[in-house]
Structure formats: C-alpha cells, structure tokens
C-alpha cells in the first residue's frame, strides 16, 4: 500500500521544465535509507544470535515476562494500524481525521516505550543488567536499540502533527506523513522479528 | 579528571604539535578577522550546499589528512630504520601506526573519493546538483568534525593505540582504559554516518537525477564505478555502525559483546569489523577504476573498449566483495571448509579486476594516445596494481597464507594495491578535473617531479617490504635487535625501505608546491574542454556556473560530447536558438554545521565518559533536525534573465 500512496504523491510535487521531482526524490532515499537500518538492526540480531545462550549462568530467555511482551506486541501492532488509518485520512483529505490518527499512534508509541521501560527496570531490578552476560547485553542492546527507534519517531510524529497543525494538508505535508508511515511500519516490522527470534525462541 | 590527564604531557613531539596548532588556529583567525573574512567563509563555505564547494572542501581536507598520515608513516619508518632504535618511545610507536592506518583509509581515502563524487558526478549526468544537497552538506560536516574529533586526540587525552580495526579484547576497558580508544571509536562513528548518508545520496542521484535523455546503460563509467560503490557503501556501513556501537555499549556501559569475560565473544567483532572492512577497500578502489575508464578513452581519442564487460565487472566486484571477509584471518581457525569458501570468492574477484585492466589497454590499442599527467598515473598504475594483485592472490591461498599472515608481506601488499590503485587513480582524476573545478590546469614539469619521485620512492620503499615478510618480519613491530637486524639481514632492507618513504615524502612537498605555483602561473582553461573530453562535465565552461548548466542538456548515446563537438564541426552547422527558464535551486543553509558542532559535543563528552555532556550533544543533533523539518523555505528561483546574464559573462551566448 505504501508504495501507491508514495507514487501518488510524486505527481502533485512535479514542477514543469524538465525540473526533477523532489518529493519522488525523497521518498526514494528515505527507501534506501531503510535498508540501510534494515541492516544496522540485522548486525545485531547477528550479535544476539551468537550470544543468545551465553547466559553466564544468569538470566536467561525462559524468564522473560510472557504476558508483558505480549501486550507490547498488541499495543505496536495496534499503532502500526492506526498510523494506517492515518494515511487513509490523508488521502480522503481530511485533516480532523489524519491529526487526530496521528495522535492516537503517538499515545500508543509512547504506551509502547513505557511499557518496555518498565520490562527493564523490573529486569535490572531483579539483577538481571547490561553488565552481568553477555547474553543481557546483546538483548538490551537490540530491544533498546528498537524502543529509541520507537522514542525518536515519537517527536518526529509529534513535529508533524505540529506542522499539519499550522499547515494543513499540502504536498509536503503529504510527503513527510507518507515517510513516516513508512518508518513507523518498518519499526514494526522490525518488532515482529524481535518478538519471535528474542522472546518466543527465548521463552521455548 | 584533572587538567594533567586531560592534555598529553611529557613528549617534546606533542609540546611542538601543541606550539604548531596554536600558533596556525591564531594565523587563521588572524587572517580571516583582519581581512574581514568571517561573513565570506560563512556564507561561501560553511552553510554552502553546492557540490561543486562541499567537493573542494572534501579535498583540501583529504590532503591535510595526507600530510599528517603521510608524516605518521615518516615517524614509523625513522623508528624502524635502524636496529635497537628508541627514537619513540613503544606505546608512541603504537598509537602513530594505528593513527597511520585510521587516518589513511578513513579521513584519507574517502574523503577524497567523496570530492571525486562531488566534483564530478552531478556535471557528468547533467544535474545541476546531487539529490539531496542539505543531507550532502550534512555528510561533509560529519566527516570534517568526526576527522577533527580524531585528530584531537594526539593532544587531548591520548591517542588510540590499539591498531587501525582496534579489535578487542586489546580495544576493551580492561587492556585500553582512558579516552584513546573511545575518540577512535566516536571520530569514525561520526564520520562513517556521514559516509552512510553519501551512498544513499549518490545512489538516488545517479538513479534519478541523469539529464532526461541519458540511459543507464549509456552513462560515463566513472558515474557507473560511484554506483557501484555507493551500493557497497549502503550495504557495508550499517555494519561499521553497529559495530562500533556494540564496541561503545561494552565500553561506556559495561556491556560483554566482545570481552573475555561473561559470555563475550571477541572474534565475533573481528568477524564484523571486516565484513565492513573488506567491502570497504573495494569501495575506496571502484572510483579510482572509474577514473581510469574515463582517462584512458580521453587520451587515447577512443571510446572505451568493452563498455558493458566494464559495468559488469564492477557491479561483480561490489557483489563478490561481500564474501571475502574472512580472508583476514584465515588463522581464525574456522576449518578447511570455511577457508576454501573465501580463499575462492577472494581469487575470483582477481578476474573481473583482470577483465578491467585488459579493457583499458584494448582501449589505448591503435589510439592516438596523449602522455598527460592524468595519464602518467594511469601507466604507474597498471604494473603496481597487477604485482600488488598477484601478491593478494597468493595471500588469499588459505594453506601458503599461515606464512604470510600478519607479516611484512601483507604490509607491502596492501600498501600496493591502495598506492598503485587508489592513491594513483585519485591523483591521477585530481588531475584530470582539477581544470574542471578550479579553471586551470596543474603544472606539468612540477607534476613530472612528483610523479618520478612517487614512482622510485613507493617500490624502494615497499619491495625491501616483501623480502622482510618472508625474513619473518612482522607488521607492528616496534624495534628488533641487532642479530636480526644485521645478522639476519633486516637492518639494510628496513634501511632503504626509510629511504623510500622519505623520497614520497618529498614529492607532497612537489605536488603542494606544484597546486600553489599553478594557481598564479598553472595554464588557464578559457574552453571548458582542457583535455578535448567526452563527457558531459566538458561541454559547460570551468569553473562552472553554480546551476551547472543553463539548459540541461541533451545525451546521445555513449561519450555524447564528443560526438557532439564532431557535429559542431561540420560546414553548415547552426546553433539553435536557446530559451533560458528560471532554475530551482537549494538556499544555503547553516543548519549542517551546527548539527556537526553538537555531534563534536556528543562524541567529545562519551569520549571523557562525562555522559551529560554526550546526551545534550546528542539531543543537541535530534532538536537541528526537528529545527530543518520545520523550515519550508528552502530553496529559490534563479530568474531567466540571471541565467541569461551569467552565460553572456561567460562568454557561451
């Protein structure tokens, strides 16, 4: 669907006079610029596969908090949905509907962050830290990794709920939602990894 | 940490170093303040988004990283040219050969393969800039700042002395306390982010913006080698960034990715630094292939010889490259099968390498060949790079390479190939389009100085290289006493081989002689065309306007330019009249460089370990970006009429 909705907008930022489409331009590099992130996160689910069971006789996969994942899970899948409706309210043209699907997936990004940080601290609380194996460290690192993901997407949604406020609906405004979307349903693309090579393969 | 940790103290070298960086900071704001230059720099360089500009300054700074890199490798070779010798001290020995290493290939290489891109990608396709200048600028000022973030630390808190690729357990806490290791660490981090951004932005250019009329397949082959390259780039980097981040998260945090102890697992970082690494020396030589192409037709007034066996073998050698990796450490133990895998993959990359050379010289048979300076190179580089490419071959014989490993012999080796085919072809392109950028030709008796002195001074130095392997020298060898040296014959060989980093010494000193005598005396180029080109870059006048070209242009096929100059020539031919349009194109923008300022804030404080400090870099980088989404005014219109103007002055109405 991402891509109709990119290929849409490429046609409203086209200028006359052979001049090139920005907007293509850069919906195309933000693409790239995916891949790219795509592989930052795969070198560490590489280094989390290695040390995934070097455990150092401490925490290992079997602890984690089943019902706490899961409802991280719901919760990303939920906001991956809603940033969906969002786009759909875009291209109907209606602001009320695109700002307020907007808001509702950055509450349930935040919910998201908070719930894992408060999966870790309860981990830290029991001993089990970034310090004590290897196997910690590479699950801190990867699930930590994706959660400042989650964090910077959040201000970044927020900038352009802010923007669209004081903008409305143009063919920038457009531009920067249709990437955003793309980014927010990357990050739960990434998620559905995370969920079955850490914790489903873990809790096993 | 008191003031007495904080500055490097005790070495007459660094006291001198500190002396000189006062005294050339004070000199520069001396000039720019009593010249009143602070607005010009500002406005012309700092916030510039041109890729004409951000080129040059790609370069300037890839030369003074020459200079210290190329000053490191003097440093070394005084060290090593005599038995027992204690000119530095060891732990000074071992951060100038990590310094050498990191500062080569990394503030070195690619800088000046970015100043290549920059310089001449957009003019070879017909663009009037790179897809996206802002993030283009953003990347210079990453490099520049993450360059400078490094290069501090020989002053500042102490140097990095754990090798050039820094593998742990050595790199961890435990054996390299202190900020050394981190300003390594932070300075290619910073660096290599802006890298990452150049590949994408390079491979959107090349993709999307070609004048309308130019076909992939009918593109100059330099713009085809930067493809080829920035696809390695966006497959290769993410690596390098994660792993260093896995490096930094053990370092700063305490985590056991790579220690020896709690489950860490130190090889596995050896693993990934050179599935970055190994791409990484085929990234830094594809632009310099793409050079050759372009010059070898040039002067040989032919087109190239098989160009699509060019394409090819590059896009094959960007592939191949991914599976090579291991080959740096055969002695890993991985097993026979293992071994085989990469020592194969390895040799085969020899054939399309092969391919490439056999082209080039298809295409200077039966030319009209011109010896130029561009084209000096081009003869230097065919004999070194096949001798260094037959010497990678046999490295790469897993079984002979339990000999090799670690040795002088793989000193000598790769120094060939990165000499004779990266630092030749990205001279011999500086050459080539300096004229281009710069609107005069470099002078050619200095040049002939430099090229002969760099000529006997690379094989005096780097043969006697090749024999100390098999004498059983090893690399990172701080001094060796006087029965090897003179008993066992390493003495003399070391001996010369100083000399012959001496003599390329010198010819730095010709070549920054040579660009500085040619800017008042250097052969002007009031044509545009200073080498009757082929492509695209030749057909606009040097320097070029800052829109490129007035009107884009149209391709016909292959070395379009040339044909076109063919049809100029015939009786009867009538220019058509021109229309001029207004030309869209990107404000300046000061946003990049203080993006790049909180970065140095960032890496900086995660250096000392003073986390504040980091994180308000860090949220320093995050609220510039905020800053740029919210700016909607960022480009302006050329007008008709400005155009008009600016192509009468130039003399093309």
């Given at each position: 669907m991402q891509q109709s909705v990119s290929a849409k907008f490429s046609d409203h930022d086209h200028h006359d006079h052979g001049h090139v489409d920005q907007g293509g331009l850069k919906v195309l590099g933000f693409w790239i610029f995916l891949v790219t992130d795509c592989l930052l996160f795969a070198t560490f689910f590489a280094a989390f596969a290695v040390l995934r069971t070097h455990t150092n006789g401490g925490f290992t996969g079997k602890e984690f908090d089943v019902p706490g994942f899961v409802i991280e899970t719901f919760i990303l899948l939920i906001s991956s949905f809603t940033s969906g409706l969002a786009v759909l309210a875009l291209n109907r043209g209606n602001k009320k509907a695109l700002i307020g699907w907007l808001i509702v997936t950055?509450?349930?990004?935040?919910?998201?962050?908070?719930?894992?940080?408060?999966?870790?601290?309860?981990?830290?609380?029991?001993?089990?830290?970034?310090?004590?194996?290897a196997f910690l460290t590479s699950f801190f690192s990867l699930v930590g990794l994706h959660g400042l993901h989650v964090t910077f997407g959040i201000f970044w949604m927020t900038g352009l709920i802010l923007q669209l406020f004081k903008k409305g609906i143009t063919s920038v405004t457009k531009r920067k939602i249709s990437i955003i979307s793309l980014y927010w349903h990357f990050l739960d693309a990434v998620w559905i990894f995370i969920f079955t090579v850490v914790y489903l393969m873990g809790v096993m | 940490m008191n003031t007495s940790h904080f500055f490097v103290t005790g070495d007459p070298m660094i006291y001198g170093a500190d002396a000189s960086i006062v005294l050339v900071t004070l000199a520069i704001v001396f000039y720019l303040s009593y010249f009143k230059k602070w607005g010009w720099l500002w406005r012309e360089w700092i916030t510039t988004v041109d890729h004409k500009k951000i080129g040059i300054m790609y370069l300037l700074a890839s030369l003074i990283m020459l200079f210290r890199g190329g000053v490191d490798a003097i440093l070394m070779r005084l060290q090593l040219a005599i038995p027992n010798n204690h000119f530095l001290p060891s732990e000074h020995y071992n951060e100038i050969f990590t310094t050498h290493g990191t500062i080569m290939i990394l503030f070195m290489a690619m800088p000046f393969m970015f100043a290549l891109f920059n310089m001449v990608v957009p003019l070879q396709i017909g663009a009037r800039d790179v897809a996206f200048p802002m993030l283009n600028a953003v990347s210079f000022w990453l490099f520049f700042i993450g360059a400078m973030l490094f290069n501090i630390s020989f002053v500042i808190g102490g140097s990095a002395d754990a090798g050039w690729l820094s593998y742990p357990p050595l790199s961890e806490n435990q054996f390299s306390p202190g900020p050394g290791q981190n300003f390594w660490i932070w300075g290619i981090q910073i660096s290599g982010i802006g890298s990452l951004a150049t590949g994408i932005n390079f491979i959107v250019t090349i993709l999307k913006m070609r004048t309308p009329s130019m076909r992939l397949r009918e593109m100059p082959l330099f713009s085809w080698s930067v493809l080829s390259a920035s696809i390695a780039i966006l497959g290769v980097f993410p690596i390098l960034t994660g792993t260093l981040l896995m490096l930094t998260i053990d370092r700063l945090l305490g985590g056991h990715f790579f220690t020896m102890d709690a489950g860490g697992n130190p090889m596995m970082y050896v693993n990934f630094i050179w599935m970055w690494g190994h791409p990484e020396v085929y990234i830094v030589v594809l632009p310099a292939f793409g050079v050759y192409s372009e010059i070898v037709a040039t002067f040989s007034r032919k087109r190239i010889f098989g160009y699509s066996s060019m394409v090819f073998s590059m896009i094959a050698i960007?592939?191949?490259?991914?599976?090579?990796?291991?080959?740096?450490?055969?002695?890993?133990?991985?097993?026979?099968?293992?071994?085989?895998?990469?020592?194969?993959?390895?040799?085969?990359?020899?054939?399309?390498?092969?391919?490439?050379?056999?082209?080039?010289?298809?295409?200077?048979f039966r030319g009209r060949i011109r010896v130029t300076q561009p084209m000096l190179w081009f003869y230097a580089f065919v004999p070194t790079f096949l001798v260094g490419g037959a010497t990678g071959v046999m490295l790469a014989a897993a079984p002979a390479d339990y000999q090799y490993h670690n040795s002088y012999f793989l000193i000598a080796h790769f120094h060939q190939v990165l000499i004779g085919g990266v630092v030749f072809g990205y001279l011999a392109g500086l050459y080539y389009w300096w004229p281009k950028l710069f609107g005069f030709k470099l002078n050619?008796?200095?040049?002939?100085?430099?090229?002969?002195?760099?000529?006997?001074?690379?094989?005096?130095c780097f043969m006697p290289q090749y024999a100390l392997g098999f004498m059983g020298m090893t690399r990172r060898m701080y001094t060796y006493n006087q029965t090897m040296g003179w008993d066992m014959g390493w003495a003399p060989l070391n001996f010369i081989s100083t000399i012959g980093a001496f003599l390329m010494g010198i010819c730095f000193i010709f070549q920054a002689w040579q660009i500085i005598y040619s800017i008042k005396h250097g052969e002007r180029d009031v044509t545009g065309d200073a080498w009757d080109g082929r492509t695209l870059e030749w057909s606009i006048p040097?320097?070029?306007?800052?829109?490129?070209?007035?009107?884009?242009?149209?391709?016909?096929?292959?070395?379009?330019?040339?044909?076109?100059?063919?049809?100029?020539?015939?009786?009867?031919?009538?220019?058509?009249?021109v229309t001029f349009e207004a030309i869209h194109m990107p404000k300046n923008t000061g946003i990049p460089f203080i993006m790049a300022i909180f970065w140095f804030i960032a890496g900086f404080g995660f250096t000392f370990q003073w986390n504040w400090m980091g994180i308000i870099g860090l949220i320093g980088v995050a609220g510039t970006l905020f800053a740029r989404s919210f700016q909607y005014d960022t480009d302006y219109w050329i007008t008709a009429e400005e155009v008009e103007q600016t192509e009468k002055a130039l003399g093309r109405l």
């Open positions: 950055v509450l349930l990004g935040a919910t998201f962050v908070g719930l894992e940080i408060h999966e870790f601290s309860s981990m830290a609380a029991e001993g089990a830290t970034i310090t004590k194996s | 960007s592939v191949v490259s991914y599976y090579t990796w291991a080959h740096h450490f055969f002695t890993m133990g991985a097993g026979a099968d293992v071994n085989i895998v990469f020592a194969v993959c390895t040799m085969i990359i020899a054939i399309p390498t092969g391919v490439k050379v056999f082209n080039w010289l298809f295409t200077m050619d008796r200095l040049g002939k100085w430099a090229f002969w002195l760099w000529q006997i001074g690379f094989y005096v040097s320097p070029p306007p800052v829109y490129n070209f007035a009107i884009l242009p149209t391709a016909k096929g292959r070395d379009t330019w040339w044909y076109q100059k063919q049809e100029m020539k015939q009786d009867g031919y009538k220019k058509e009249p």
